[in-house]
């Protein structure tokens, strides 16, 4: 019922930069929070970024400083613009979103497949 295609992932040299992109289609009414977890092999998924639908952000403190998440509601689509990208980021990316299917409908959430970035020399 939602689709989200994620794009952007690569390899780049450490101090690098890459943007992700994560666009949503579907039965969607309204968009709330979007996001962007990690994980690292051998890890568990962590947080990275989260936006709320009117624009406020968080971060993983490993994060703060260096990535940038935004959002265009217009497009249901999210972005995180990751700089001075170290080895330690290096990880599968997964777009989160939570939204509604209607007016008073429940809150679904919802994950994309995911998209590796690696981060080395």
């Known amino acids: 019922q939602v689709q989200l295609v994620e794009s952007g992932g690569g390899l780049v040299q450490p101090g690098g930069s890459l943007r992700l992109s994560c666009a949503a289609s579907?039965?969607?009414?309204?968009?709330?929070?979007m996001g962007w977890y990690r994980q690292a092999p051998g890890k568990q998924r962590e947080l990275a970024a989260t936006?709320?639908?009117?624009?406020?952000?968080n971060y993983a403190d490993s994060v703060k400083g260096r990535f940038t998440i935004s959002r265009d509601n217009a497009k249901n689509t999210v972005y995180l613009q990751m700089n001075s990208l170290k080895p330690e980021d290096t990880a599968v990316y997964y777009c989160?979103?939570?939204?509604?299917?209607?007016?008073?409908?429940?809150?679904?959430?919802?994950w994309g497949q995911g998209t590796q970035v690696t981060v080395s020399s």
């Open positions: 989160n979103v939570r939204y509604t299917m209607s007016r008073f409908g429940s809150t679904y959430d919802h």
């Open positions: 579907g039965s969607i009414f309204r968009l709330h929070d």
């Open positions: 936006i709320t639908s009117s624009g406020s952000s």
